[in-house]
């Protein structure tokens, strides 16, 4: 939309006039504002300011999504999909089924018995940078590590990080593009063994990696902190609809009596909508592969008599006692259900780890630009020399100047 020229009197100093474009978040999220002195016009100040959205989301366990707008749902799909995104960012997530000796219970807000999935690989899109962390995908099952990749090609993430520079496409831009000053964003390690990826805008993508020995397989938890992102499965979820929107914008409207129905446009219409495709996909695949191999498109089955995946073996239940102890150390009501349930349905209580992992990480703040030395992993060193040192200990200095006057007084 156009934002129109609106002046803003102050009673006896300046005029304020407002101006410029705005479009929907994630676009074109600008204004400008020009202060004119109130008895000379000649003197003006005119700044041009970026709308910075502070809304957080999330996925975890199996996956429980928190949209960026608080909805909190099950997604228990298998597949590659769009998490979030906007014009500067894109969140890919894969999700894999779990086979379960125990049918879950019903999902709260959604109403259907689930079947479960994990989180086992991740793909950004950050500016020009495009960064995945996955399993290897050129080795067998039995030998596959996560790693993690920038623009195709494995690297080593150092205590110092790993800096994204934009293309040159987007480098030299002052506000608004996904770069700042020629970078994208920046790569860190966060506490036991979580990855921290942060764009030019300050948006915080925070992903917990965990090996589970029992399926022999990764799995992670996600975080978004400080996003402008509103489209995907995280996305907003529109009014008067009881899920996310679809691409296209368009509601799937109120929640259906019916189970089969919800069942119908959540894990046909919704999941499918938000599919990634091989010309969408972010992800690195080996040789022959691609997002359809990890697509299992009848799951979670419907109104299910088992949770079966031929050829894996299920993973046992465990009691509601052990899934507690597990999660004891989670403190946010909501995730500490989700941890029970999680532990319940698969007996793995390294799921109660990951969540305590997830939880001790604590976003830069609203508001905050990317720097890659925002938050400087020594403590400052005291430069300057004697200016540092007279601020520092000027009472000292004082006090040895007055006592040498009066010495010099009493000498007199």
């Known amino acids: 939309m156009t934002v129109p020229e609106k002046d ?18 994630g676009e074109q999220d600008q204004f400008s504002l020009t202060s004119i002195d109130a008895n000379d016009v000649t003197q003006t100040c005119k700044g041009t300011y970026l709308f910075h959205v502070s809304s957080n989301g999330g996925g975890w366990g199996d996956p429980h999504l928190t949209t960026v707008d608080g909805l909190h749902y099950d997604f228990q799909s298998a597949g590659e999909f769009t998490a979030l995104r906007d ?30 999935a994990v989180y086992t690989a991740l793909a950004t899109r950050v500016g020009s940078s495009r960064v995945t962390l996955q399993p290897n995908p050129n080795v067998e099952e039995s030998r596959k590590g996560m790693e993690l990749r920038v623009n195709g090609k494995l690297v080593t993430l150092t205590d110092s990080g790993i800096t994204l520079k934009a293309s040159s496409g987007e480098q030299g831009a002052s506000i608004g593009p996904a770069a700042v000053g020629g970078i994208d964003g920046h790569i860190k390690k966060a506490a036991d063994g979580a990855i921290e990826i942060v764009d030019a805008r300050g948006t915080q993508v925070v992903v917990t990696p965990q090996f589970w020995n029992g399926p022999n397989v990764w799995y992670l938890n996600l975080k978004v902190y400080q996003t402008s992102a509103t489209q995907g499965t995280m996305g907003i979820v529109p009014e008067g609809s009881w899920i996310p929107a679809l691409p296209d914008g368009s509601s799937l409207g109120p929640k259906p009596e019916s189970i089969d129905e919800r069942y ?25 592969t691609n997002t359809a191999t990890f697509t299992l498109d009848e799951w979670p089955y419907n109104s299910p008599e088992s949770c079966d995946v031929p050829g894996q073996t299920p993973v046992q239940p465990t009691t509601e006692a052990v899934a507690q102890a597990a999660c004891a150390a989670v403190q946010d009501p909501k995730e500490k259900a989700d941890c029970v349930f999680d532990v319940m349905i698969t007996g793995h209580e390294g799921f109660g780890k990951s969540y305590q992992i997830m939880q ?16 400087p992993t020594k403590p400052p060193t ?10 520092k200990w000027w009472w000292l200095i004082l006090l040895l100047i007055v006592g040498l006057l ?3 007084r009493k000498k007199k």
């Open 8 to 25: 803003v009197v102050h009673p006896s100093t300046a005029k304020t006039t407002i101006n410029g474009t705005a479009a929907a978040l």
């Open 87 to 116: 014009d500067r960012l894109e969140i890919q997530t894969r999700q894999t089924a779990v086979p379960t000796a125990k049918i879950p219970i019903t999902n709260e807000h959604t109403g259907i018995k689930h079947c479960v």
């Open 264 to 288: 119908e446009q959540l894990y046909e219409k919704f999941a499918d909508a938000w599919r990634v495709t091989d010309a969408t996909s972010l992800f690195d695949y080996a040789s022959g």
């Open 360 to 375: 001790a990480f604590k976003p830069i703040g609203t508001g905050t630009w990317y720097s890659p030395d925002a938050r």
């Open 382 to 391: 005291h430069q300057g020399g004697w200016v540092e040192l007279l601020k």
């Open 406 to 408: 009066l010495l010099l």
